[in-house]
């Protein structure tokens, strides 16, 4: 959920829209997730930059806004939650790091599980469907997810999206 401004086009009738992204113009809550980040004491960096992606503005952008959401939910006041773009041929890449409470390498692949909590965030508000909720709006855009993570240093969920 971050952004000011996003170009649409028609991709072909009732296949979503040809999207410009670039994580300053993702949609246009970013001063939601700017507040957000604010009130919480964290710095939230926006790497911008211009690039084209093809994807379902709606959809994509809740699925989006919950891994920005966590990323700043999970992160200690004086952390940093950062986003950015980097291209690949047929890709490009949008990554969420944080400065976060991380996640145990034994819990990672269970994290895009529906309703998986972990115990380490049990005092979290939450019901544990976000996670699965983006992998499967970014599957469905014909996009993946990867996590990297480390308990205590912070965690990158890496979000693939087809450049079309």
């Given amino acids: 959920m971050f952004g000011e401004a996003v170009t649409a086009g028609e991709r072909d009738p009732g296949a979503g829209a040809a999207q410009l992204l670039y994580p300053g113009g993702f949609d246009c809550h970013s001063q939601t997730v700017y507040k957000k980040a604010q009130q919480k004491g964290v710095t939230l960096i926006i790497e911008d930059s211009v690039e084209e992606a093809v994807f379902d503005l709606k959809w994509t952008t809740e699925a989006v806004g919950n ?3 966590n990323a700043l939910k999970y992160t200690p006041e004086g952390g940093t939650v950062w986003l950015r773009v980097i291209l690949y041929s047929l890709f490009l890449r949008l990554d969420v790091t944080d ?24 005092g979290q508000p939450g019901v ?11 599957r ?21 999206l087809y450049r079309g």
Avoid: H, W
């Fill in 67 to 69: 891994i920005v959401d």
């Fill in 99 to 122: 400065t976060g409470i991380g996640i145990p390498e034994q819990e990672q692949a269970s994290v895009f599980t529906r309703f998986y909590r972990s115990r380490r965030v049990s």
């Fill in 128 to 138: 544990g469907i976000g996670l699965y909720f983006a992998r499967e709006v970014i």
């Fill in 140 to 160: 469905r855009e014909k996009g993946y997810i990867k996590l990297a993570s480390e308990p205590d240093k912070g965690s990158t969920f890496s979000i693939f």
